[in-house]
């Protein structure tokens, strides 16, 4: 499984994740985001930096709660708080933006 | 990840039992584990995910000896049924989902007939007469949709005349499963993270490190008083053992927040264990005793490691059943154990407390000595109802009465609210509903049974919403608040409605200023 764009190709998994993190690039997030029908925005962008720099950190996404604060602090207050997040990402901020981020999806009981 | 494509059942007010539909549900099935997944968790693999192994034929009829051979319950619920048909209309999946092969009794014949042939004088030799059927790959496949398709819950088992429990037979069916290459990917990839890094989530110590920093970062914002979430205190007197969900997801992470409080206030020493960074214990869904065991082992090496006296498991409710069930023999924790190694741990541990103690449990305590002060005014803008998590209501018990698993969680809330309404009793205690997405079933490939599964506990919760405007839903396990979190907007209700015992304690409980 996976896809292709511009000769290259990305491998994912039954769910459309990517399954290699280093090939990850801005070219995949763009046609991530149009698989899980996100329009990227800005504010989708710094949410998707967001988690790739924490992941980088901690070798794990961040949780709903680090990521509403980062947002908050980063894009003011209004903005820190999961309705905001599932504004941005419908079906899951965790879930959706981790897919768009190239990040492995979040399991467990949650 | 489109919008799903099926029909929400519409509630109507009452639990209805549907006409039977065959194959309603035969095309749900999750996505099978690839070798990589299965092997880090002992099993073997296909070159693609679910493709048997080489003599998989024999090899699950070997299993399925082995395994009748180790558990004489097993045996039994093989012979006792007489297909009476008392448990046909009390799966929530088969409520849900109206297919045949959702009937606890049918979901058992799935193995029961492969039994009759291969293990029974009539099945062998007249098949036909007994119902006794070959394992081909078609019933193969039957067994590993219909054996996900059922949560392991045992409300089937507690209307059934005999006893028979459908959960241990979907156990036994996934551990032949697994031994024949076909295991599934959502609980073995989680069983395997537990293995490698210590938690379901694959958390690491300093990612749980840093989530614990925020959030007390949060709790003296908020209540001005410095509540801390301790890691790795060696020396600490409670060790508590709770989901990785409560470090990372909503609402789960406000329950956390609540047991901070709880310990604060009441002066309890206690720390949380990296390495026994989760109560969860998927190998039980498998059925596997050896994954089953090597979870609970890193419990019993954090209590050692850390020195603790006690042992309190938080809001989980398949954690609360093999900690309270099974804890005492895979482990050492629990009284009973006269052997060198439950020996080494109890000495260990207080002897004045149950080891191990539910978080509902320790809780109620203090409220009852006085020792926790609350404002339940706090909670007014609550109308409160309480869902019985199946493997607490019926793999567990709590306190030391009988029924002491449903009264103490509901004292604990009726200490912290004004506004309690049960739902109706049909629907909680003994025979409560499966929130739909418990026993290794919440998984997004599994999204449409785990909607029509909760229909049955959605029609209870509409009909307090609507006769008491209850608008929280008040929950004791991670999967519970996850599921519900995911669904109920399915069936027209906030997602803002789910949350759990201890966040309605964290919203009451007074916390005192130090002093200045």
Known sequence: MGFEINGKTYETDEEGYLVNLAEWDEEAAKYLAIEEKVDMTESHWEVVNFLREYYNDYQIAPAVRVLTKAIGKKLGPEKGNSKYLYELFPYGPAKQACKIAGLPKPTGCI | ?516
């Open chain 2, 1 to 516: 990840m489109a919008a799903p494509q099926f029909e929400v059942p519409k509630l109507t007010g009452n639990i209805e039992i549907p006409a039977v539909k065959a194959d309603a549900s035969a095309h749900i099935k999750s996505f099978p584990a690839n070798a990589g997944i299965q092997e880090i968790i002992g099993f073997p693999g296909g070159a693609e995910p679910g493709e048997l192994v080489d003599g998989w034929h024999d090899k699950a009829i070997a299993k399925m000896g082995d395994l009748l051979g180790r558990y004489r319950s097993l045996q039994v619920f093989m012979d006792a049924c007489v297909h009476c048909g008392a448990c046909t209309d009390k799966c929530h999946y088969f409520i849900g989902t109206g297919d045949p092969k959702n009937m606890p009794v049918a979901r058992q014949e799935l193995m029961r007939s492969v039994y009759r042939r291969h293990f029974t004088f009539a099945g062998k030799y007249f098949p036909s007469l007994v119902g006794a059927k070959d394992l081909t790959k078609e019933v193969v496949e039957d067994w590993y949709k219909y054996y996900y398709q059922c949560s392991e819950c045992r409300r089937c088992s507690v209307f059934c005349p005999y006893g028979i429990d459908t959960a241990e037979v979907t156990m036994a069916g996934r551990e032949i499963l697994d031994t024949i290459g076909y295991g599934q990917k959502y609980t073995n990839e989680i069983m395997g993270k537990l293995h490698k890094i210590g938690n379901n989530l694959g958390l690491p110590g300093p990612a749980l490190q840093d989530t614990l920093e925020g959030l007390e970062e949060d709790m003296l914002d908020a209540t001005g008083v410095a509540v801390k979430l301790p890691l790795d205190v060696e020396g600490a007197e409670v060790l508590l053992v709770t989901p990785s969900a409560d470090f990372f997801a909503e609402p789960h992470v406000e329950s956390l927040m609540g047991y901070g409080k709880v310990f604060h206030a009441s002066g309890t020493s206690w720390t949380l264990s990296s390495k026994a960074s989760e109560a969860g214990n998927f190998g039980m869904f498998i059925g596997s005793y050896e994954n089953t065991r090597r979870a609970a082992m890193r419990i019993r090496e954090a209590a050692l490691e850390l020195g603790v006296k006690r042992i309190v498991v938080g809001e989980c409710g398949h954690a609360w059943r093999v900690a309270y069930s099974f804890w005492n023999t895979l482990v050492g924790v629990g009284a009973g154990g006269a052997d060198p190694f439950s020996i080494e741990l109890q000495k260990q541990l207080d002897p004045r407390y149950p080891a191990p103690q539910h978080i509902c449990e320790f809780t109620n305590d203090l409220i009852k000595q006085g020792k926790l002060k609350f404002d339940k005014s706090l909670n007014d803008h609550r109308v409160v109802t309480f869902h019985d998590s199946c493997n607490v209501a019926r793999g567990s018990r709590m306190g030391d009465i009988p029924g002491g698993q449903f009264i103490i969680p509901r004292e604990v809330i009726k200490a912290v609210v004004n506004n309690y309404h049960d739902m109706a009793e049909e629907t909680i205690g003994e025979s409560t509903f499966c929130c739909g997405g418990g026993g290794g079933l919440l998984t997004d490939d599994l999204l449409e049974l785990r909607v029509k599964g909760a229909l049955p506990r959605m029609e209870a919760l509409n009909n307090v919403v609507e006769e008491h405007k209850v608008n929280f839903l008040a929950l004791i396990c991670a999967i519970c608040k996850a599921q519900f979190n995911k669904v109920v907007p399915f069936y027209g209700f906030d997602m803002s409605m789910v949350g759990g015992v201890h966040q309605l304690v964290s919203t009451a409980i007074l916390l005192e200023k130090e002093e200045e």
